[in-house]
């Protein structure tokens, strides 16, 4: 069976309550979408942000520790995330790993802790631009898959998203062959990871408008999308969301 196709939104460090009056719009333009629509606001709009969702939109949070509690001031528990709406968590996104130094180690341990709190976690992969020239693009991503994946990853508790570092919030895309060898990749390298492999959802991520959305659903393996700037626009991101569920 086909996975339900996904369009996630990350809204990054963008947002305030105001802007609560695009999930408003998002859900008065797709009361009964059909593919799931997943938005992961800042953590302090979590809260906020379920009253407006209701059931038509999922929550999720950007981050979480790997630990259940403790002195970890300014981090956020997985659990923490589910007590207040969230379903999912963004883990081991490019911005994560650069700016904060994750490894793939890091990655598996908080996708590790957020399946225990009963959330999905969103494992990004992708390469950078030296990388990509270099033809190391598979290599890299065939490596962060074996080190960020925990144990006990099922295709209820994981969804895999391609980012090419190179490729988020730039308006440059990889071209559509580029896209597929990767996911296809990603397929053949979640068979040793996760036992209902096919299951698995694989979203690309990367500078997805809705210019682009339709042909980007179209490449085998891409089973939806990680939106950055385009889902903060309730206009845009429905229009991502309407070309997924007619993918």
Known sequence: MAPRKLAAGNWKMNGDLAALAEIDALVAAHPAPGCEVLVCPPAVLLHPMKARAGTVIALG???????????????????????????????????????????????????????AAGLTAIICVGETEAQRDAGETLAVIAAQLDGSIPARATAANTVIAYEPVWAIGTGRTPTNDQIAEVHGLMRDCLADKVGDAAAVRLLYGGSVKPGNAAEIFAIPHVDGALVGGASLKAADFGAIIAALETA
Request: charged share 20%; glycine share 10%.
């Open 61 to 115: 949070g950007q981050d979480c520790h790997a630990n259940p509690s403790g002195a970890h001031t300014g981090d956020i528990a997985a659990a923490q995330l589910k007590d207040v709406g969230a379903a999912y968590v963004i883990l081991g996104h490019s911005e994560r790993r650069a700016d904060h130094g994750e490894t793939d180690a890091a990655v598996a341990a908080k996708a590790a802790a957020a399946h």
